[in-house]
């Protein structure tokens, strides 16, 4: 029975600290576009790549 009453608080605890964490994200504009994040994957970006010869650390002769 005394382990019920510090888990109970722990839990409510940490209920309550993710449904803060939410309302904070849900404020911040993080649930905004989410599907402009699954189609930036798909996006190739032009230049950002490295060279090859650079990439490898051993030479070949």
Not at 7 to 12: C, D, G, M, R, V
Not at 37 to 52: M, N, T
Request: proline share 5%; charged share 25%.
């Amino acid at each position: 029975m005394n382990g019920l009453a510090v888990l109970i608080p722990i839990a409510l605890g940490l209920g309550m600290f993710g449904l803060l964490a939410f309302f904070w994200a849900l404020k911040r504009g993080q649930f905004e576009d989410l599907d402009g994040a699954a189609a930036r994957i798909l996006i190739d970006d032009e230049g950002d790549e490295a060279p090859r010869d650079a990439v490898s650390g051993d030479e070949q002769p």
